[in-house]
């Protein structure tokens, strides 16, 4: 997180605090009467570090994810949907890096990593999500991570692009 907002920004009010504070599509959050910027500070959820800022509001405080003031500002208030960081950093809350997904989509999201597999035709296919592929193409998912781990060659022709 950087200390000062770089390069030019559009703003929308804060959902929920029109009139009081403002967000940027950067992710930079300010004060609509000081026009100071509010100094974010992390917070440690899910093994991962998300940063958060103080809303006042009739006297109130609240305490909000950076990456969700962004997305509900920018993306509109979606209920039932969870805020995913596009590059899983999850300390980059500009908008061109959030979206809204499902729950099951983000859990799958955070615990899945990018694989490449040469297939039986010698094609280099990239795969995010390595149960999911398994599935939708009749693998074995636990044969094709034995793939990855050098203690099968191959599964059903599938080959790791070392292989």
Same mark, same amino acid.
């Given at each position: 997180?950087? +200390?000062?907002?770089?390069?030019?920004?559009? %703003?929308?009010?804060?959902?929920?605090?029109?009139?009081?504070? $403002?967000?940027?599509?950067?992710?930079? *959050?300010?004060?609509?009467?000081?026009?100071? %910027?509010?100094?974010?500070?992390? *917070? %440690?959820?899910?093994?991962?570090? /998300?940063?958060?800022?103080?809303?006042?509001?009739?006297?109130?405080?609240?305490?909000?994810?950076?990456?969700? *003031?962004?997305?509900?500002? %920018?993306?509109?208030? &979606?209920? +039932?949907?969870?805020?995913?960081?596009?590059?899983?950093?999850?300390?980059?809350?500009?908008?061109?890096?959030?979206?809204?997904?499902?729950?099951?989509?983000?859990?799958? /999201?955070? *615990?899945?990593?990018? /694989?490449?597999?040469?297939?039986?035709?010698?094609?280099?296919? $990239?795969?995010?999500?390595? $149960?999911?592929?398994?599935?939708?193409?009749?693998?074995?998912?636990?044969?094709?991570?034995?793939?990855?781990?050098?203690?099968?060659?191959?599964?059903?022709?599938?080959?790791? &692009?070392?292989?």
């Amino acid at each position: 997180m950087s +200390d000062q907002p770089k390069g030019p920004q559009v %703003f929308r009010p804060v959902f929920g605090y029109e009139g009081l504070y $403002e967000v940027s599509d950067l992710g930079n *959050i300010r004060n609509t009467f000081t026009g100071k %910027f509010l100094t974010p500070y992390p *917070i %440690f959820r899910n093994n991962s570090k /998300y940063y958060f800022v103080s809303l006042y509001r009739k006297g109130k405080l609240k305490t909000t994810a950076v990456h969700r *003031i962004v997305a509900k500002s %920018f993306l509109g208030n &979606i209920r +039932d949907k969870e805020v995913n960081h596009i590059d899983r950093d999850t300390s980059n809350n500009k908008l061109s890096n959030l979206e809204w997904v499902t729950r099951q989509y983000n859990m799958e /999201y955070s *615990i899945s990593k990018t /694989y490449f597999l040469k297939s039986p035709e010698g094609e280099v296919v $990239e795969i995010f999500n390595l $149960e999911k592929f398994a599935r939708d193409n009749l693998l074995d998912s636990s044969n094709l991570n034995k793939v990855f781990a050098g203690k099968r060659k191959h599964h059903k022709g599938w080959t790791t &692009i070392h292989g």
